[in-house]
């Protein structure tokens, strides 16, 4: 019997980015749902709790940063990394200290996404479209 893929939630105010990272990770197997807004993705972990949310740090309304806090006071389980494109000192640090698993900068390749959502969910690798790992196995 075949296990059940990671659920990644994908929140990100940017349609182009959500589209294409949803394309990439059901690409390598995974079950997505995205969201276009903070509010969304806290209002949606109140049906289905994603196994781990990409999850930008700039976006209108509620922050990423918010996001980080209310999950704490929540106590979800759901691993986060953080993607943002407006790096500056002491963020990343700031990021992992409110529990965010990850941290990647804007833009990013695939393999660096790849391998901080495998380091997420402690699942290793996923496989490239070709069936191949991300390793080149």
Do not use: W
Not at 16 to 36: E, N
Not at 55 to 68: A, F, K, S, W
Not at 85 to 100: F, R, T
Request: some cysteine.
């Amino acid at each position: 019997m075949q296990a059940v893929p990671p659920l990644i939630a994908v929140v990100d105010d940017e349609e182009p980015v959500r589209t294409g990272l949803s394309r990439l990770l059901r690409s390598r197997g995974l079950r997505v749902i995205a969201f276009g807004s903070a509010e969304e993705f806290l209002r949606g972990l109140n049906h289905q709790e994603a196994d781990c949310a990409l999850l930008d740090l700039q976006m209108p309304g509620v922050t990423g940063m918010e996001v980080l806090d209310r999950l704490r006071v929540r106590g979800s389980r759901v691993r986060v990394v953080v993607m943002t494109a407006h790096d500056e000192p002491g963020l990343k640090e700031s990021c992992i200290s409110k529990g965010a698993v990850g941290y990647l900068l804007k833009p990013m390749d695939s393999h660096t996404l790849m391998e901080a959502l495998a380091a997420a969910l402690g699942s290793g690798e996923f496989a490239k479209p070709d069936g191949r790992s991300d390793d080149g196995a």
